[in-house]
């Protein structure tokens, strides 16, 4: 049996107050594809880092072919053969998808000149061997998500990578990408080259790999194949405990209207989508999903109900309010709730702490608001309770939002959009990005939220997610909604194919 | 295009000044400090720095070429002025890189202690010297000027003929190839020089890639904090060249104030520019030109009325076009305004030509604004931990 491409073995690694990573062992044969998945914060990402030389491990040896290769920067590990795709990808936005690819490696003829002939035609000739075609004089601001994933694998393979780490390869990518990314990576694994990828979705991961390692609080604690398992027992190896399924409807939906759009349409300008004609009603206490390829109107609808964008004609209506007119501070004191897709951009101050965090969109309303004074004793307050209710890990509510995990960032949000008895939640996404133990919380919460009564408009491409809580599915495609749905009598193939419009023709 | 422009503006309000050799000559003296300002702030934004010091960095280019160049001689105190400036812009890095200081407090910090600085130590090396006192130093020697041999006697007769755009083109020749100071043409090397190492070397995709994403650029093996101190120490001295300029060619002495704000029309250039080392020269030529024409002619301003008025009658068929209706309401206003006060007065007060350079570059940059594209990482401190 030839040396494994990759050996870890017995790799510690502390941080002040935490070990990431507890006797690590991970063993991946040449020309495979191995899945490392574990909840967030079970040192997945703190691993990766320590193969590609981002982080000093404490203890323990990282083997190459057998040989032991001493890892100090990603320059040690580019040598022996190592290459990464970062899940936030690095690239630089204004440089050339050829600029990009060399950086750093750079065919240098007299005087440190960049040969752009020779580095263009080495990229298009990996292009071409592993079909995966890119366009080197293209600028990467203006790639879609899949393309500049595809131009970080390329950068990697430029750079005589022998294995691959994917971190969180599929969670930016809509669905058709990712059947073109598993493609590349079989093709990649094909032709000898060994795939590590880190994942949440099970399904891939069980689509795709040869091998899983599964990896718990800092520790791997089971080693496995895909056919020797379903992704249940996965989920399970996870997060170390039975799983909570969604609950099933018990409460009857309300009569009151919360939510109404009535014959919404705007204008689209540059890249976005008009809307058409929209006709759409949340009742109280009723989960309504929105499925869609992205793209086709749900950030435009969004940001109508939300009072960022003026429709040209129909109207907005949050129970018998008419707030068409209204600006969001008036929507939001009329009890309206968001959960962006974006944390990060959106959502919260990352570098602030989460009692400010909580502040946000509470500003004008009891109990932050005291009058022209914003009450910090009771935002502290109150973010214990949230911390408390909804189980968000943290040392303190003093600590910055940029040091919580993604799930418990989302988790923190949702308290808070919570918090002051809104009448309308819109959750764009609510579990992109989160891991396991974090997406049953948040389902746990919002079927909560509609049981108290809430008119919730669900955005997700998660079709699970949208089929296992959603009370009616509505598709949007181009701007109109196209067909509306029974989450009990449809199945994620045929919601996928309204999606897409197959199902018209 | 402009030149026909200028050529036909020059002959309606009987301007002939405005496109003389003379306003040539002295357009491209004017011009020069600002083009090195602005590849000094170049250099220090395309790798993620904003270099408020730049206008700081002058003034030590100033003092150092003074000083340096009075003892020995102007080429000396032009070595002098590159190496203070040079100090001075690893000073910032220092401050911004390893301290972690706010860029722009670093800047400021050092524009301030520059002028100090200059006081101080002219009273200390300058006090008691021949024509020297606190805020001036002795004379200082110039740095030879060149010309084309017989290019001149060429063109001259064509100047003369007075025939419209030709005899303008002739002038202009003249005017850029006669009695041109060395450090004029080191200038024009430079540009060219910092478009090639910055768009065509290894050294240079490896600085832009800092200033995009210090955190892509660290993940390949490229060092964004040394990169960084590399780009600012090159900005530096970039900026203490243009003082030297100032100290050996504009003038023959160090003056308190002499710098008067380059540094700061040369960071607006980069703006104008689109961090893009051609265009900002040409950015720097249309300042350099006004600021030539206010010490020349004060008639000759006049003519400039004109040129704006068609400038924002062009800007506004533009905004017509893209149904832009706020803009093509402030455009029309501002080219009638400007057409009325030209066929109404025909003058322009004395108050306002001085300031006309600064009133073209809060013009030209609140215009270009629209179409900018500035590196991603500019003014973002890198540390290597939040990267992860």
């Not at chain 1, 109990?367 to 968000?392: F, H, L, M, Q, Y």
């Not at chain 2, 590159?82 to 670093?106: K, N, P, W």
Request: glycine letters at 10%; a negative charge.
């Amino acid at each position: 049996m030839p040396a494994p491409a990759i050996e870890l073995r017995g790799i510690t690694k502390r941080y002040p107050g935490v070990v990431a990573n507890r006797d690590v062992n991970l063993r991946v044969e040449s020309g495979t594809a191995h899945a490392v998945i574990g909840e967030n914060g079970a040192g997945k990402s703190t691993l990766m880092n320590i193969l590609y030389g981002m982080v000093v491990p404490d203890e323990g040896e990282i083997l190459v072919e057998g040989a032991t290769i001493p890892m100090s920067s990603p320059a040690d590990a580019i040598a022996a053969g190592i290459g990464m795709v970062h899940q936030h990808f690095k690239l630089a936005d204004n440089l050339t998808v050829l600029e990009n690819v060399i950086l750093g490696d750079e065919p240098t003829g007299r005087v440190g000149r960049i040969d752009f002939e020779a580095a263009r035609a080495r990229i298009v000739e990996l292009g071409d061997h592993y079909r995966i075609p890119i366009e080197p004089e293209a600028l990467v601001a203006d790639l879609s998500v899949g393309n500049r994933q595809r131009v970080e694998i390329i950068k990697v393979l430029y750079r005589g990578a022998r294995v691959l780490i994917l971190d969180e390869p599929t969670s930016v990518l809509v669905p058709q990408e990712v059947d073109e990314l598993l493609k590349n990576l079989r093709r990649l694994t094909g032709d000898g080259l060994t795939v590590i990828f880190i994942s949440h979705k099970l399904d891939e991961v069980l689509a795709v790999a040869d091998e899983i390692t599964v990896m718990r609080n800092a520790r791997t604690v089971a080693h496995t194949r895909p056919a020797e398992i379903t992704s249940r027992e996965l989920a399970q190896l996870m997060v170390g405990s039975e799983l909570p399924t969604p609950e099933p409807r018990t409460v009857e939906v309300r009569p009151e209207v919360g939510l109404r759009l009535r014959s919404v349409s705007t204008r689209g300008r540059g890249h976005e989508t008009s809307l058409s004609d929209i006709d759409l009603t949340v009742r109280s206490g009723e989960i309504v999903g929105i499925a869609g390829v992205e793209g086709n109107g749900q950030a435009e609808l969004i940001e109508t109900i939300l009072g960022l964008t003026d429709p040209v004609s129909g109207q907005v209506l949050f129970g018998e309010e008419d707030v068409t007119e209204a600006a969001t501070s008036v929507r939001r004191r009329l009890g309206l709730a968001y959960i962006p897709q974006d944390r990060h951009r959106e959502a919260l101050l990352l570098d602030a702490a989460l009692w400010e965090n909580r502040i946000l969109g509470h500003q004008m309303h009891p109990p932050i608001n005291r009058g022209v004074w914003i009450d910090r004793k009771a935002a502290r307050e109150d973010t214990e309770r949230i911390v408390a209710d909804s189980d968000v890990r943290t040392p303190s509510i003093e600590v910055l939002a940029s040091a919580l995990s993604g799930g418990n960032q989302q988790k923190l949000i949702v308290g808070r959009e919570m918090a002051g008895d809104p009448r309308v939640l819109i959750a764009a996404h609510p579990t992109r990005g989160v891991d396991v133990g974090a997406q049953a919380a948040i389902w746990t919460r919002l079927s909560a939220v509609r049981r108290a009564g809430v008119a919730v408009l669900l955005v997700s491409a998660d079709l699970e997610e949208l089929i296992g809580i959603s009370d009616r599915i509505l598709v949007i495609l181009r701007g109109r909604l196209v067909g509306e749905f029974d989450p009990a009598a449809i199945g994620p193939e045929d919601l996928g194919a309204a999606m897409t419009g197959a199902d018209a023709a | 295009m402009a030149l026909l422009l200028l050529s036909a503006v020059a002959d309606i309000a009987n301007t002939p000044d405005l496109l003389s050799r003379g306003a040539v000559s002295a357009s491209l003296r004017f011009a020069v400090p600002i083009v090195l300002a602005g590849l000094g702030g170049l250099w220090a934004e395309r790798c993620g720095v904003i270099n408020i010091g730049l206008e700081g960095m002058m003034i030590i280019g100033t003092w150092m070429g003074a000083w340096a160049g009075f003892q020995w001689s102007p080429w000396v105190g032009v070595l002098a002025a590159i190496a203070g400036g040079a100090v001075f812009g690893a000073f910032h890095a220092l401050m911004t890189v390893s301290f972690g200081v706010d860029q722009a407090v670093s800047g400021i910090a050092i524009n301030v202690a520059a002028l100090g600085l200059g006081r101080f130590l002219s009273s200390i090396f300058f006090e008691g010297q021949p024509g020297g006192g606190i805020s001036q130093s002795p004379h200082v020697g110039q740095i030879a000027n060149v010309s084309v041999p017989g290019l001149a006697e060429v063109l001259d007769p064509i100047a003369e003929l007075e025939t419209p755009v030709i005899s303008d083109l002739a002038e202009i020749a003249i005017g850029m190839t006669t009695g041109v100071s060395l450090l004029t043409l080191l200038a024009a090397v430079l540009v060219f020089l910092s478009w090639w190492v910055l768009f065509r070397t290894s050294f240079g995709l490896r600085l832009r890639a800092c200033g995009e994403n210090p955190a892509a650029a660290d993940s390949l093996g490229v060092n964004p904090n040394r990169m960084r101190y590399a780009a600012l120490t090159v900005s530096g001295a970039l900026a203490g060249l243009g003082g030297a300029f100032l100290v050996t060619v504009a003038s023959s002495i160090y003056r308190e104030g002499q710098v008067a704000g380059r540094g700061f029309i040369g960071l607006a250039t980069v703006i104008f520019g689109n961090w893009m080392p051609g265009r900002l020269t040409i950015g720097a030529l249309l300042f350099g030109f006004t600021d030539a024409l206010r010490t020349r002619q004060e008639t000759t301003m006049t003519a400039l009325l004109i040129v704006g008025a068609v400038v924002f009658a062009f800007l506004t068929v533009r905004a017509i076009r893209t149904r832009n209706r706020g803009a093509t309401f402030a455009y029309a206003i501002a080219a009638v305004g400007l057409g009325w006060w030209f066929l109404g007065f025909g003058v322009v007060p004395s108050e306002f030509v001085g300031f006309a350079p600064h009133l073209t570059t809060l013009l030209v940059l609140s215009l270009a604004h629209q179409r900018i594209r500035p590196p991603q990482g500019i003014g973002v401190p890198y540390r290597r931990s939040e990267a992860n």
